[in-house]
């Protein structure tokens, strides 16, 4: 069942009367190119058009909802409710957006969760390898093994075989609808591998050099990257409060500011402050390489 973020109906109710925006959203899905192949990668089943229509009928009944809740607190409170339903247009509006970016950040989680247990995983298959274990039971030793998003993937992989689908053909398809660029690189390795008949054990090895060299750039260009980020967080985070107080403590004696008003200021510093925290947060987090784990 497919889920859209910040829907209030359920999903199978909505995929149903999204029918009615299927239309809109086969033309909405024409002028944004690479969606199905977003949608496959983030293991979403469905064509463009109609995720597109769901999204759009989510957020349909999520502007009436808003729009008549704004209506009522505004109307008591004697405020023009023409501001408040274009404030809720555009706060529809950006939800809308974050839907349809919902593919892509998926796709980007999972290739995180395959790069990050795609190192050990190989490690793993080599020791396999050279002890004598076939590669089609080394394939479905690491399904069963908790190596996250690898273990889906080589499960889908396992399952196709045992259906009687040939090896090659398999992991092609493999290869050709997953995200992650390193985990395409190996098993396009592999695959070459197979073919020309070549030791198996003796291939994955050289994937692995490859991936320990690009594991060690990578840690080499976050490094980097940490050391103006770490200027960043002193300026805004120690610097620039340090001044704040003080200038505000200064400013509320020369200016006679009531203790509401100057409280009202800290509070607000504060609640910046907040955010700036979780702000750089986010920027380590996302900055942080995939193959790290």
């Given at each position: 069942?497919?889920?859209?973020?910040?829907?209030?109906?359920?999903?199978?109710?909505?995929?149903?009367?999204?029918?009615?925006?299927?239309?809109?959203?086969?033309?909405?899905?024409?002028?944004l190119?690479?969606?199905?192949?977003e949608?496959?990668?983030?293991?979403?089943?469905?064509?463009?058009?109609?995720?597109?229509?769901m999204?759009?009928?989510?957020?349909?009944?999520?502007?009436?909802?808003?729009?008549?809740?704004?209506?009522?607190?505004?109307?008591?409170?004697?405020?023009?409710?023409?501001g408040?339903?274009?404030?809720?247009?555009?706060?529809?509006?950006?939800i809308?957006?974050?839907?349809?970016?919902?593919?892509?950040?998926?796709s980007?989680?999972?290739?995180k969760?395959?790069?990050?247990?795609?190192?050990?995983?190989?490690?793993?298959?080599?020791?396999?390898?050279?002890?004598?274990?076939?590669?089609?039971?080394?394939?479905?030793?690491?399904?069963?093994?908790?190596?996250?998003?690898?273990?889906d993937?080589?499960?889908?992989?396992?399952?196709?075989?045992?259906?009687?689908?040939?090896?090659?053909?398999?992991?092609?398809?493999?290869?050709?609808?997953?995200?992650?660029?390193?985990?395409?690189?190996t098993?396009?390795?592999?695959?070459?591998?197979?073919?020309?008949?070549?030791?198996?054990?003796?291939?994955?090895?050289?994937?692995?050099?490859?991936?320990?060299?690009?594991?060690?750039?990578?840690?080499?260009?976050?490094?980097?990257?940490?050391?103006?980020?770490?200027?960043?967080?002193?300026?805004?985070?120690?610097?620039?409060?340090?001044?704040?107080?003080?200038f505000?403590?200064?400013?509320?004696?020369?200016?006679?500011?009531?203790?509401?008003?100057?409280?009202?200021?800290f509070?607000?510093?504060?609640?910046?402050?907040f955010?700036?925290?979780?702000?750089?947060?986010?920027?380590?987090?996302?900055?942080?390489p995939?193959?790290i784990?």
């Amino acid at each position: 069942m497919i889920i859209i973020p910040f829907s209030f109906l359920p999903p199978a109710l909505l995929k149903k009367t999204s029918r009615i925006f299927l239309w809109l959203g086969d033309t909405i899905g024409k002028g944004l190119k690479g969606m199905d192949q977003e949608l496959v990668r983030a293991d979403m089943k469905i064509k463009p058009a109609e995720y597109i229509s769901m999204c759009l009928t989510s957020t349909f009944f999520l502007f009436i909802i808003l729009s008549v809740v704004a209506s009522m607190v505004l109307s008591k409170l004697k405020t023009s409710i023409i501001g408040g339903l274009i404030g809720v247009f555009i706060i529809s509006l950006f939800i809308f957006s974050q839907q349809l970016m919902y593919p892509k950040l998926k796709s980007n989680k999972n290739i995180k969760n395959i790069e990050r247990n795609l190192l050990p995983a190989l490690q793993n298959m080599v020791v396999q390898l050279n002890s004598g274990v076939p590669l089609f039971n080394v394939m479905a030793a690491i399904s069963d093994a908790d190596y996250g998003g690898v273990s889906d993937q080589f499960k889908i992989a396992v399952r196709k075989i045992n259906a009687g689908n040939q090896q090659i053909p398999v992991l092609e398809e493999l290869a050709k609808n997953n995200s992650s660029l390193h985990f395409r690189r190996t098993m396009w390795q592999i695959i070459n591998g197979m073919r020309t008949g070549s030791n198996m054990s003796s291939v994955i090895k050289i994937s692995i050099e490859n991936l320990s060299e690009e594991q060690l750039i990578q840690i080499q260009q976050y490094g980097a990257q940490l050391n103006p980020l770490a200027m960043f967080y002193m300026i805004i985070a120690v610097i620039v409060p340090a001044l704040g107080v003080t200038f505000i403590m200064i400013m509320s004696s020369f200016l006679n500011m009531t203790p509401l008003l100057t409280k009202t200021i800290f509070w607000g510093l504060l609640a910046g402050l907040f955010f700036l925290q979780l702000m750089f947060m986010g920027m380590l987090k996302t900055r942080r390489p995939n193959l790290i784990d």
